[in-house]
């Protein structure tokens, strides 16, 4: 992971500003951010909700302008969105109207026939819906459309992705198990991801790097390194110091607010 | 759940009900004008034998697919435009909501100025009353449409025809459906008023000439009822609509299955 290859995508003091959001006064989101993601890196960027994690990734992935700095990705300068990266949305962009074979099969209309359909079966099994195929999202459980929305993004065969707390919707359990899930794929499909979350236990479990924001207007308070191996047991005392570590540097009160976060949100 | 017998049972006792309330109420006042139930079902059976009543509800229900059609077709995409299109929707809003609230009733006599006695006059009122709460719904439905998908689309690089095809129409259709049912029953509606006056077939036409040409009130209501029937009809054919495959998801009792 040293710098010597070219990075597969260089933040250079980028910056948003929404203009005159309320009242005609001008809204400063995030200030100077620069990053360096390699290739196949497992990044998690947390912040506290309203901090302008959506609005970063919105950016980097090009559904907004920025109003200053640079995203470069292999080396350009990105503009439009890309289908060799693919977002997958806070609010599940599953489409209701189709099924979940055509939901997965979207982005590659292209391929031929056979081909399409090979893909489709392959994503299908890999996320755990075979038997499901023929199912509107609206007969899937929450988990369930999260998982359509990831298998359609690998069927396009992009080489990043990026992620804006895809679970949390989702209740405690299904959340726990689909992070393990997304290691797995992650391992095998050698993605670059971007991973946004407000949920720094989630950003212990998953990532290479935890990039940790500030309040709005949020800037990269600091950036730590977990080497440690996968599956992660969050309860050895080096992660419960870690966890505290990013809780002060985001500017909370740390006492219990992680595993109190995960209780509250657990419906469904 | 409610069980069969229930679903049954209910709608057919609370009708049974108003029927033996009504006959009640006729016999009570000692009306001999207004009919009792029964009166009104021998009316009916007087029209069939009569021989006019099928030509008077072709009458209607020509009118009614004409006028009715050439709003959906022309109200759906007009609608796409207007919604899709800020610019559009800047210029044409204020001109729609004008002449929405206008009761379609409001214009029978340009309908007689313009088109005389003759079929157009109900027609152009029945497009009238119908384009309005198409336009309306499609409009809202492709302004509803939410980002997410937008930008999955063009994430995946769906633009054009194929946005049009695969995201909006989709995304819309369910909306647009409910417009098309509320523009059916308002149809059903001012075909009545409008044949009342500006024709002379079709079953407005009947109930306003039973009443004037012998004060036949028991013809009246039959007319009344074969109305309800048949805009019943109409109602549960379009509703078949909704229970297409690509449209489900937008419809409560899917939901809540
Ligand atoms: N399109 C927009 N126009 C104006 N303000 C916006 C827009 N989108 C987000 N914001 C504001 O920017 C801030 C950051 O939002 P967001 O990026 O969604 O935060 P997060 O994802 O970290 O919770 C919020 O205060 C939000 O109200
Ligand atoms: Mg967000």
Not at chain 1, 203 to 208: C, E, K, N, P, R
Not at chain 2, 97 to 116: D, E, K, N, T, Y
Not at chain 2, 174 to 180: D, E, N, R, S
Not at chain 2, 186 to 215: F, P, T
Request: proline share 5%; charged share 20%; glycine share 8%.
């Amino acid at each position: 992971m040293e710098g010597t290859s070219p990075p597969k995508i260089l933040l250079r003091d980028l910056s948003m500003t929404f203009p005159g959001a309320m009242n005609g006064v001008p809204l400063p989101v995030f200030e100077r951010v620069n990053l360096r993601v390699e290739e196949g890196e497992f990044v998690c960027i947390v912040g506290p909700s309203g901090c302008g994690k959506t609005t970063l990734l919105n950016v980097i992935a090009g559904f907004l302008k920025t109003t200053g700095g640079h995203v470069l990705i292999d080396g350009e300068e990105v503009l439009v969105p890309d289908h060799r990266r693919i977002f997958i949305f806070q609010e599940c962009g599953v489409f209701p109207w189709l099924r979940v074979d055509e939901n997965v099969g979207f982005g590659i209309l292209h391929s031929p026939k056979e081909n399409r359909r090979r893909i489709i079966r392959h994503y299908v099994e890999m996320v755990g819906l075979t038997g499901f195929e023929k199912a509107y999202p609206s007969e899937l459980s929450g988990g369930m459309k999260q998982r359509v929305e990831i298998a359609r993004a690998l069927a396009a065969n992009p080489d990043v992705l990026f992620m804006d707390e895809p679970f949390g919707a989702l209740d405690y359990f299904t959340r726990l198990r689909m992070r393990a899930e997304l290691v797995s794929i992650w391992e095998r499909e050698k993605k670059t991801i971007l991973f946004v979350t407000h949920d720094v236990e989630e950003a212990m479990q998953l990532a290479d790097r935890v990039v940790v924001m500030s309040r709005r207007p949020a800037t990269i308070r600091t950036i730590i390194e977990i080497t440690l191996p996968r599956p992660r047991v969050l309860d050895a005392q080096e992660y419960i110091d870690m966890r505290n570590g990013i809780f002060e540097a985001m500017g909370l009160d740390h006492s219990g607010l992680g595993s109190a976060s995960d209780a509250k949100k657990s419906s469904d | 759940m409610r069980s069969s017998l229930e679903r049954i049972l209910l709608p057919v006792g609370v009708t049974s009900c108003f029927i033996a309330l009504w006959h009640g109420l006729v016999l009570w006042s000692g009306s001999t004008i207004f009919p009792t139930p029964v009166d009104a079902f021998t009316g009916i059976v007087e029209l069939m034998r009569h021989g006019v009543l099928l030509n008077y509800i072709v009458a209607s229900l020509f009118r009614v697919s004409v006028g009715f059609l050439l709003a959906v077709l022309i109200g759906i995409p007009a609608g796409l435009f207007v919604g899709w299109f800020g610019r559009a929707f800047s210029a044409f809003n204020p001109l729609i909501q004008i002449l929405r609230p206008i009761s379609p009733i409001a214009w029978i006599p340009v309908a007689i100025l313009w088109f005389g006695l003759s079929d157009l006059a109900p027609i152009f009122l029945i497009f009238l009353s119908s384009i309005f709460p198409i336009l309306t719904a499609t409009i809202a439905a492709v302004q509803n449409i939410q980002l997410v998908y937008l930008r999955a689309a063009r994430n995946f690089h769906v633009h054009g025809l194929a946005l049009f095809k695969k995201i909006i129409l989709p995304a819309t259709m369910p909306q647009i459906i409910t417009g098309i049912r509320l523009a059916l029953g308002i149809a059903w509606l001012v075909v009545v008023a409008a044949e009342m006056i500006a024709v002379n077939s079709g079953l407005g036409y009947l109930i306003i000439d039973a009443r004037n040409a012998g004060k036949r009130y028991d013809l009246v209501v039959a007319g009344m009822i074969l109305i309800g029937l048949i805009g019943l009809i109409l109602d549960l054919a379009i509703r078949k609509l909704q229970q297409l495959d690509e449209v489900r998801w937008g419809f409560q009792s899917f939901a809540a299955r």
